[in-house]
């Protein structure tokens, strides 16, 4: 296997590697941007390594964690309802797979816990500057503004519609495969958007 090479711009390489039941998806790797966003880039980052600690003094961090929903957007424009950083759709016709994988709640592992390294549940958008431009890229997700914590999506195609609304922190750079065999897989025996198997963090850390 050849050697690792970091980012020429000097940000940080961390990876995922993803199982679906059991089942080893393959190895996802992510440049972070701490140039342009440097708190949102650490944040995920310490959650990646696990030096973030939890309040029991243990370290806390997306290893073991699972993606908790794989999302569905309409296909016609101006059918898209939002919601707390997630699009629904009433339409099963108008579904398709494209739109994001959401993790990183390893707390409640349903969407519903936050956690962040400052101290607190959530910290502020640190800025917009960075677009959602294309897919494999790395986002925070949000309850509205000013509450990031520890969940985040990758985008699968293009979503301007979060333009200004989810900080962008990183895109993925080796890996896009495994986000594809992720998008595909099946959902709706559990709920809404959430893997029939459990789709999991089985190690990351830090290139």
């Not at 301007?160 to 993925?172: A, E, I, M, S």
């Amino acid at each position: 296997m050849p050697p690792t090479q970091l980012p020429p711009s000097g940000n940080p390489l961390v990876f995922f590697d993803i199982t679906l039941g059991g089942e080893v998806l393959g190895r996802i790797k992510f440049e972070l941007f701490a140039d342009v966003v440097p708190k949102t880039a650490e944040n995920f980052r310490q959650f990646c390594t696990g030096e973030s600690k939890g309040p029991n003094g243990r370290p806390q961090g997306y290893k073991g964690s699972k993606f908790h929903r794989v999302a569905l957007t309409r296909a016609s424009e101006g059918l898209r309802e939002q919601f707390e950083g997630r699009l629904l759709t009433k339409d099963p016709a108008l579904q398709i797979k494209d739109f994001m994988c959401q993790g990183g709640d390893f707390l409640n592992g349903d969407g519903t816990g936050s956690t962040c390294i400052y101290g607190l549940k959530t910290f502020e958008d640190e800025n917009f500057m960075i677009k959602h431009t294309e897919p494999g890229l790395l986002s925070m997700a949000n309850a509205g503004p000013n509450s990031n914590g520890c969940q985040f999506f990758i985008t699968t195609v293009p979503t301007p519609f979060l333009d200004n609304k989810h900080v962008v922190f990183g895109k993925v750079v080796d890996g896009l495969d495994v986000v594809r065999k992720m998008e595909q897989t099946k959902t709706g025996y559990r709920g809404k958007d959430v893997p029939n198997l459990d789709m999991v963090i089985a190690l990351c850390g830090e290139m």
